[in-house]
């Protein structure tokens, strides 16, 4: 059997680049087991994409068991370090009680976030939540103005 490119690199370059075996695993869309490893140390290494590549994995929990408390903890770090699709996830997870109770006013400010560092759909998703009144004031002005963003 043979084994895709990015885990096999992911082998060699875990002990030296972890960043570098992480972002590489993108490219071939691999989700394994060594790959999330390889993306949460990525993370600790100050890599935003990183925590966020790994938790995404934990809370797919398709190649390392679910664990929506441990994606939560990278999707912060990630977005910690300004990563906007971590803010995203974890904003997610925040609105549907992942791994955490559910906190809509959390939510709406890691959406804020995500917007804030380019992240369209968290402008969209902020936009609604403006919209609506759900976790914020109702304010149709900055309703708009986030759709706008997105």
Known sequence: M???????????????????ACHEA??????????AAACARACELKDGYGG????????????????????NELLKAGCD???GVSCYFLAYNRSQGNG?????????ELYSRACGFGTPSA?????????????VEQDMKAALASYRKA
């Open 123 to 135: 402008c969209q998703l902020l936009g609604k939540m403006q919209e609506q009144g759900r976790g």
């Open 52 to 71: 966020m590549a790994a938790g995404f994995l934990y809370g797919k929990g398709k190649s390392v068991p679910r664990d929506f408390a441990r994606a």
């Open 81 to 83: 370090l300004a990563d």
């Open 100 to 108: 955490a109770p559910q906190d809509l006013p959390q939510a709406a």
């Open 2 to 20: 043979l084994l895709p490119l990015a885990l096999v690199m992911g082998a060699d370059l875990c002990h030296g680049d972890e960043i570098a």
């Open 26 to 35: 993108e490219k071939t869309r691999d989700e394994s087991a060594a790959v």
